[in-house]
C-alpha cells in the first residue's frame, strides 16, 4: 500500500490551492466541534459559514463549492434538514463530505438517519474506526464517540464502502487510511493528542470539505486534508514538546494549518 | 472624518466603566461565536448569558443592562424568539445591538427576519461592509459570512442606514466606520488575522453590547467598543508576532482586552 | 470544618482512576459551555458525548458511566428531552449530575424546569452559591449567570438541599464546599480567572459527572473533581503569572488538568 504524506509536492501544491482559491464551505455540524471546525477552515484559507439557519439549508450548499455534514448536527437540527443540505448539494453538483459521528454507539435511530444520507451521493465519507466498520456492516461497535477500534483493522470495510456509496471513504486513527475503492493509501502521522481534543475528528470532516470544494479529485482532496492535518498535529507536538498539555495543543494545531496554508508568509 | 482610536482618554475613560459597572448582558448568537462571545464580555468585565432558555428572551432582556442579537442565532432559535428578546428590551428600555451576520448572502427568508428586528429598534448595527450595505438597499452581495466590500465602500451607506433606522451603524475592516447619521468616525486599527478567527466579528457586536450597558451615549459606545477591540487586536499582534498563527492571535487577543480593562492590574 | 485538597493521596488517587478506567461520559450541556466542557473531561481522561442527536436521550444514558445535566441546555433542548435524559439515567442506575445555570435570575419558567428534575434523584449537584441558596429556597437572587453570593454564604442551604434531595451538593467560589447533608467538607483554592472563563464553572459539572463515573462515593467524586479544578487552576495561574489573561488562563487550566491525570507522562 502506497504511504502518502504532506513531503509530497503534490500534496503541498494541492493544500496551498485552497488558500488561493477560498472557496465558500457550508456545513452542518455540532455545537461542541463548530468553533474549531471553523477555525481550521479559516486557517486553511476556505471561508466556512455553518448552521441550519432559516433557509440557508436550501440555499447555501448551491451556492458553497464544498458542504460537510457532521451528522451530530441533529443534537440542532432535524433529519430534514439534514437531507435538506445533502440534496441541495447534489442538486447543485456541490461536493459533499459526510462524518458519521458515533454511528455504532447503539442509538438505532440516529443511524437510520445517517444512513439515509448515503442516498445523496457524499464526495467523502470520514470516520473513525468503530464508525465506518459499523457504517460498512461490520461487527464493532463504539463507545459514546470514541473508537473501540484501530484503523488498521478498518481497512476492508472503507475499501468495501467506498465501492458500495461511490464516495472516496478515509479513516482516521495512528494511521490514516483512504480509499476510492479501488486504490487504498496510507497516510501516517499525526499525534496521540488529536484523540484529546473535541472536535479534531470532526475538523477533518471540515478540512475534507475546504479541500474538496478546491481540488477536483475527491481522493487528493481527502488525502490531501489527511495529510495536511497529520503534519500540522506532528508541527504542533514539536513546538509544545512531549509534556505540553491538550489546550495548548489545540492552539497550536490551529497555527501550524494556518502555517502550512502559507498564511504566515 | 475625525479618526479615533483607544488613545483617545474619553475612550479609555468609557472603555474602563465597562468593568467598573459590570453591567448584566444577554444575547442570542450562534453557537460557532456563543463561547468567544462570552470571553470577550467577561474579559472586558460585563457579565455575559447567551441563549433563548425557556423564558428567558422575555424576561432577561428586561432585567439585563444591553442587549445583542446576533441574526445568525437563528441557527438555534425561531425568528419569534428573536423578535421576543428585541420587544422585551425595546419595552424594558433595554438599549440593543443588532449584528446581521451574512445579510446579503443570497438568503431571502433569512433576510427577512433580519429586516423584521429593525422595527425594535436597535441602538447599535455593527456588521461588516457586504451586509451592511445590503441592509442599506446597496447593491453588494456577500460570499457566505465572508464580505466582499471594503469598510471604505461602506462609508455612505452607513450613514443612510443610521438616518433610516435612528440607530448608531458601525462597519468593520482594515478600518471601522462608525456614524450616528450625522457624523460619522473613523477607527483605525486592528489585525488581518481578526479575518481568520471565527465569531471575531461576532464579538464586536458582543462587545458594543456590553459598552452600550455602561455608556449612556450609543455612538460613543460604539466607538469604545471597536477602538478597544482593534487595540487588542494590534497589541496581540504584537505579543505573537507576523509569524504567530490565527490559534494564538484568538487567545492573545482576549488577553489583551482583559488587559486593557484593567483586569490584570 | 475539614479542609480537603489535591494534596490528599485518597483524591489524587481517585482523580488518576479517571483516566484508568476511561468511562464513557454523556451530558446535556449549553452551547457556550460545551467545547470547554468536552475538553475538561477528556483532559481528565473520560470519554465524553454531548448532546440530543436524535434517539441519544434515551439510549446514551444507559450505555454510560457518568452524566450530567446542565440546564441551561434548555437553549437548545425542550424540558422533556432534559427529562428523558434525567429518567433514563436513573432507569439504569447511571449516577447523574445536576447543574442549575442561572437558578434564581428571574425566570419563572425556566426554574420549574430545573426543579423537575430533582424527581429523578441527581447523585450529585452543583452550582454557584446564588443558584443553590435558591435552589435550596433562599432569599438571593443571581444576575443573569453570576452569583451575587459568596459561596460561605451557602454553606447552611448546601447541607439542607442535600438532606431534602439526598444528592451530595457542591458549591462553588473563592472556597468550595461540599456536603452530604451529614459531613460538609471545605476545598480551597482555585483563581480569580476562573470567574473570567466562560464555562469555566459549568466545566466542573461535567467533571463531576466524569469523577462520579469512576469513583463509587459520591462524596469522594466531587470532592475529587473540585480538588483537581482548584488546583489546574492554581498551577495555571503559576504558569501565565499574575498578569496573564483570560484567554492564557483557560489554555493553561486545560493543560495542567490534562497533566494532573497523568496523561503528559
Redesign the interface.
Known sequence: MDKITFDDPAVRAAFRSIAAKAP???GLT???????N??VL??AGA??????????PS??PA??QGVWIN??????ND?ETLRTVAETAKAAGTPWVLDPV?FG??????EE?VRSLLAYRPAIIRGNASELIALAGGDVTG????TTADSGQAVEFIATLARDTGAVVAVSGPTDYISDGARTVAVPGGDIRL?????AGCSLGALSAGAVAAIEDPLLAAITAHAAFARAAENAAQRIG???????F??????????LAG??E
Open positions: 465558500f464551505v457550508y455540532n455545537y461542541i466541534a463548530a468553533n474549531l471553523a477555525n479559516l486557517a471561508g466556512p459559514a455553518i448552521g441550519a439557519g432559516a433557509d440557508w440555499t447555501f451556492g458553497a451528522s451530530a448536527a441533529v443534537m440542532s433529519a458515533a454507539a447503539g442509538a438505532p435511530g440516529y438517519i463507545n459514546g464517540v470514541e484523540t484529546k481534543v473535541t472536535g512531549p509534556s505540553g498539555g491538550s489546550g495548548s489545540a492552539v497550536a494545531l490551529v497555527d501550524e494549518l494556518y502555517a498564511s504566515a
